[in-house]
């Protein structure tokens, strides 16, 4: 697929903004219906699975996180599928990685060394990820220093409270002054989306994000009690297809939290292709936040070769 | 496929349901089906069978018998004789009944989801996810109606067997909306599925069986329309329910005429789907996509016509043309299929002319660029705009997966546009402003009303039309009365003719001449045809000239009743006011009217007097009632509120009782208007003089113009033409069992709903049989209107 033509962002237009409407039962009746409006099966959905994979960003964002623990990881990233089982698949050429590796700033030094070359992207979590309220100036600077440290992607979270107070012009700056901290770093924005409230805080803010820049939006940093959900999903998805029916630009999406299972992987792959067409069902616009997901999907993989269920001492932890 | 390959395109695939367990129960009956009578499976030798096919495929699933005459009427015979010991068991004991078959459905669920798409050819994805849930979730329900009618419906009754004939677009669901309310209030039933989609209903024969329902309690008969006519016509049957076309829902309504049987009926629709600026834009589109697409759009209450601000509209049609590049249309039994097959080539063939036609008016067609099965019966979605109202694709019914677009400025605008049709079946109002769509509900007339949500059924909410879709509910307590009568009913003797006093003397002994006129439109009006007849009195004496009013009468009247519509939208405490007014302006005038109906009546002046007593008291009664026969709200499985609002009929033709001329005029009047109706009343033709008298109480009520409309003259003439009148909503009448007859056959011409005595009176002064609940129900039609909410 050809490259994403990357968003440069545009002025705060408030008219596009407070024009927004999201009715909460209707966005929930959407969301239940994905997964009986479609059912993958068989071959396609190995193949879907596969894809789900290499959507993944990797991730440990635990206190405590160590260079070994990291290391493991970005093995793990870099062979995330037994080689028999992408043998029985027909799929051994591709080498299929995850998306990319997630971990704080500290990490990326090491973690840079483990995945050069490997075409496994490396995103840092920062502006004082999780809460966002340490010092603006600093904030800004975590972000410099994460992209000098070899972080391709800089995760930021928004200030929640400017949401609450719907100060969209001041989230908007602060956003805007990411962006160009990233330079050629890509932006993924974390919304909070559990702690914003509102399906019309979520919308509102997402659109903002994308007007400053955003290279992708996030639902959520898996530190609130609520992550991702395909209601919050849809809402984000949804505000993403206007601003590419607006200006032309792709804005990435990605769920993270709270996604486990295989078949919420599938539900959510098809939410992006219903929702927003073939193009988002590759990493370069979408991913998963998720650390456990990878082990189940190896384990439905493994079932899809052999026909027999699969346990998860057979696969390398990650 | 290999896995490299899908990794690029990124397709579904197919996902097939398994056919296995249904093919095999079809071929374990020979692929050859009896009728289900008396608690047996019957198939005779000299049986003449048509075939049911899968319409995804056109491939022969099995025979189905066409049942005749004969094999109709042993089958009303056994429903019959079921009757009475299944309407007097417990609530109880007919619950368990009901119980132990929603669980039964539940265990096959799959079974019966697989058959029916097979049949109808529905995504399964709606068969396993929509019909059969709400299948089994009606028979929970009315288990429950079955166990509590005797709290709830005390005053009511068993109607007897109820003849029921079903579409061929939910087979099953139709069939529960139809049997459960049935058996749970104690009828018996034989129901006729849709000649193309018998199986289910055959399924459901056998899970009778293994819950051990009485021989008798339900009866399937298969076959066409000739065996629908043997049902409706059956003299046997007490009940008719039917649920299909506006055409043959008014043949049904003309041959039961005069019968007695209780009918209601289901039928055809052209619902409005209005978007207001401040929508949801995106959920809307959802929204159409479950009004238009659900079924293939062949559904009664599809919202076919959308009705989108001006504001909004052109983006609104791009993004719904995105959406629709969406949808996958083919095999009814892939999981992912989203459109299925049309149930008949015929029906093909109907989608086709029209849309051709629309877009010969100056349509613009829009089908998105999606493959469709090379083989089968299939229609793609598909979006009509630069309609306009005047265009035949903006007023019929299409039953195909065709949506008609037009454009609005102003919330009045959509109200006027949404209301711009003979249907009245269902309405989706989406806004995000809580003040216009509460606002909006009441205004559009139709039975169901979603807002920001739509097709949304269950079993506590009433379902039903307005209109030429149809009277009678299903659901709810609402649905409940369709199955019943009041008890009281059962007690009404046949009306006596009236005495007819004759003139002895040409000489009037008044003073002064009495003029008494027409009362319309809240002036005095004289007879169009300039004729009046004589008022005798019981002594033989001419009393006054009263005028005959003629069909233009009626028209004027009508007129002046459709423009009294604050009367309608008025607040209930208002209209108390108003009656309990009427009230006292009789009391002070008491005397008199004791003294006229002694005149005109020769009963003896105490009785006279009793029944200006009581016909006080009754507007009391009413003027109490009209603020406290409150609506409910019900309990559905969704997170929000379903408002069953009673809803005033509209404009009302009443045709009064020839007994008590003052307290059978009033008690009709007053539970009328208090409910919000604005009437014409047709007063006994002999005793008109005291109802033009009360028209000057009315006068000095405070009762606006155009409320109350009276015309004397020929009764079942003045009838006729109410019944026949196109803007009449509903007809009372009071009178012999001829102009009953009439009555139930004209009103066929709109569909009105018509409430007749066949000739039988009532006791005025009975508060049992001459005032409450019946006569409130009767006055009124509930509207619920969904409402989900949530932030």
């Known amino acids: ?318 | 496929m290999n896995i490299m390959k899908i990794l690029e395109t990124m397709d579904y695939g197919v996902a097939p349901e398994n056919t296995d367990n249904a093919i095999n129960w079809i071929k374990e009956h020979n692929k050859k089906f009896g009728l289900f009578i008396d608690g047996e499976f019957e198939q005779s030798k000299k049986a003449k069978y048509f075939y049911t096919f899968n319409p995804a495929t056109g491939e022969k699933l099995a025979q189905i018998t066409q049942a005749n005459k004969t094999d109709v009427d042993k089958a009303v015979k056994a429903a019959n004789k079921a009757q009475m010991s299944w309407a007097k068991l417990t609530g109880f004991h007919r619950a368990k009944y009901l119980y132990a078959i929603a669980r039964l459905i539940q265990k096959h669920a799959r079974l019966f989801a697989v058959l029916e798409s097979l049949d109808n050819g529905k995504p399964i994805r709606e068969s396993r996810d929509v019909d059969i849930p709400l299948v089994i979730r009606h028979f929970y329900h009315h288990a429950g109606w079955a166990q509590l009618m005797e709290e709830k419906l005390d005053d009511y009754q068993a109607i007897g067997v109820a003849g029921q004939i079903i579409p061929w677009n939910f087979p099953l669901l139709m069939m529960a909306w139809k049997i459960a309310p049935a058996l749970a209030a104690g009828n018996t039933v034989v129901l006729k599925p849709a000649e193309y989609t018998s199986l289910t209903a055959l399924l459901f024969a056998e899970i009778c069986q293994q819950a051990g329902l009485p021989k008798g309690v339900v009866n399937i008969i298969t076959g066409d329309g000739k065996t629908g006519a043997e049902i409706v016509n059956h003299p046997d049957v007490d009940k008719i329910a039917f649920t299909g076309s506006t055409d043959v829902g008014r043949l049904i309504r003309q041959q039961t005429a005069g019968t007695g049987k209780k009918l209601t009926l289901e039928l055809g629709g052209k619902s409005a789907f209005i978007v207001f600026d401040d929508a949801d834009v995106d959920s809307a589109i959802e929204g159409i996509i479950d009004a238009i697409w659900f079924n293939q759009g062949q559904v009664c209450c599809a919202g076919s016509r959308l009705l989108v601000q001006e504001s909004i509209a052109d983006r609104f049609h791009q993004k719904l043309k995105e959406r629709m590049s969406k949808l996958r249309v083919g095999d009814p039994l892939d999981k992912s299929i989203d459109i299925g097959a049309i149930i008949d080539p015929s029906q093909h063939k109907r989608i086709e002319q029209l849309v051709k036609q629309g877009v010969e008016e100056g349509a613009e067609l829009y089908q998105p660029d999606i493959t469709l099965p090379e083989c089968g019966c299939f229609y793609p979605p598909t979006l009509l705009t630069e309609v306009d109202t005047a265009h035949y694709v903006a007023q019929e019914e299409i039953f195909g997966p065709v949506l008609v677009s037009m454009t609005f400025r102003t919330p009045a605008e959509a109200v006027a546009l949404a209301n711009n049709t003979r249907y009245g079946l269902a309405c989706s109002v989406w806004s995000e402003n809580i003040n216009l769509a509460l606002d909006i509900a009441p205004k559009v007339i139709a039975g169901v009303v979603w807002i920001n949500c739509t097709n949304q059924f269950d079993a506590a909410a009433g379902f039903g039309g307005k209109k030429e879709s149809g009277f009678g509910r299903e659901g709810g307590i609402e649905g409940m009365y369709a199955y019943l009568k009041p008890k009281v009913d059962a007690t009404l003797k046949p009306s006596m003719p009236q005495k007819v006093f004759e003139l002895k003397s040409k000489n009037s002994k008044a003073i002064v001449d009495r003029t008494p006129k027409f009362y319309i439109g809240g002036k005095q009006a004289r007879p169009d045809g300039g004729y009046s007849q004589a008022v005798v009195s019981s002594k033989g004496e001419l009393i006054a000239h009263i005028g005959q009013g003629n069909r233009k009468d009626v028209r004027n009247a009508v007129e002046a009743a459709r423009k009294a519509t604050a009367w309608t939208n008025t607040t209930a405490h208002n209209r108390a006011q108003v009656l309990y007014f009427i009230a006292e302006n009789l009391s002070l005038r008491s005397a008199e009217f004791a003294k006229n109906i002694q005149s005109i009546t020769g009963v003896t002046a105490k009785q006279a007097q009793q029944e200006v007593d009581a016909s006080i008291e009754r507007l009391f009664y009413y003027a109490a009632i009209a603020d406290k026969f409150d609506g409910q709200v019900h309990t559905v499985p969704v997170r929000g509120v379903v408002l069953a609002m009673p809803e005033a009929n509209g404009i009302m033709g009443i045709v009064c009782p020839d007994e008590n001329p003052l307290l059978g005029f009033v008690s009709l009047m007053a539970a009328t208007i208090a409910m919000g109706n604005r009437i014409v009343m047709i007063p006994s033709q002999n005793y008109g003089l005291t109802a033009l008298e009360f028209y000057q109480i009315l006068e000095t009520s405070d009762v606006p113009a155009g409320v109350v409309n009276i015309i004397t003259g020929d009764k079942n003439e003045l009838a006729r033409t109410l019944a026949d009148h196109y803007e009449v909503e509903s007809v009372w009448y009071f009178g012999d069992a001829e102009g009953s007859t009439m009555v139930e056959k004209a009103s066929a011409a709109n569909l009105k709903r018509t409430w007749v005595n066949y000739g039988k009176a009532r006791d005025w002064f009975d508060n049992k049989q001459a005032q409450g609940k019946e006569f409130l129900n009767q006055a009124t039609d509930i509207k619920n209107i969904w409402t989900p909410y949530g932030e």
């Not at chain 1, 405590?64 to 793990?76: A, E, F, G, H």
């Not at chain 1, 004082?128 to 220093?145: C, K, N, S, W």
């Not at chain 1, 989230?171 to 962006?179: G, H, S």
């Not at chain 1, 019309?200 to 009690?225: H, L, P, Q, Y």
């Open chain 1, 1 to 318: 697929m050809s490259k994403i033509k990357r968003n440069p962002g545009m002025p705060l237009n408030l008219d596009w903004v407070e024009g927004i409407q999201v009715n909460t039962s209707a966005v929930e009746r959407r969301a239940k219906s994905y997964s009986g409006r479609r059912s993958i099966k068989k071959q396609h959905q190995a193949a879907w699975l596969l894809k789900a994979l290499s959507c993944i960003d990797l991730t440990t964002l635990a206190g405590d996180d160590t260079i070994n623990r990291v290391k493991r990881l970005c093995n793990k990233a870099k062979k995330p599928v037994r080689k028999d089982i992408l043998e029985a698949l027909g799929v051994e050429k591709l080498n299929i990685t995850t998306g990319a590796v997630c971990v704080y700033h500290e990490m990326l030094e090491a973690a840079s060394g483990f995945l050069k070359g490997t075409g496994v992207e490396l995103a840092a979590v920062s502006t004082g990820f999780p809460a966002g309220l340490t010092p603006f100036d600093m904030r800004v600077e975590e972000i410099r220093r994460s992209v000098a440290a070899g972080a391709s992607e800089i995760d930021i979270v928004i200030s929640r409270r400017l949401v609450f107070a719907q100060d969209w012009q001041k989230l908007y700056d602060e956003v805007k002054q990411y962006r160009e901290a990233c330079g050629d770093a890509h932006l993924k924005t974390i919304l909070a989306t559990g702690e914003l409230a509102t399906f019309r805080n979520v919308a509102k803010a997402s659109m903002v994000c994308m007007m400053a820049g955003a290279d992708f939006i996030k639902t959520s940093t898996g530190k609130e009690s609520v992550n991702a959900t395909l209601p919050v999903s849809l809402v984000m998805v949804r505000q993403i297809r206007e601003y590419y029916q607006r200006t032309g630009y792709k804005i990435g999406y990605k769920p993270a939290g709270g996604i486990s299972t295989a078949k919420d992987s599938l539900l959510y792959l098809i939410l992006m292709k219903e929702e927003l067409g073939r193009d988002w069902l590759e990493p370069e616009l979408f991913r998963f936040g998720a650390s456990s997901l990878l082990g189940d999907i190896e384990r439905q993989l493994e079932h899809h070769v052999t026909g027999k269920y699969s346990a998860s001492f057979r696969h390398a932890m990650g």
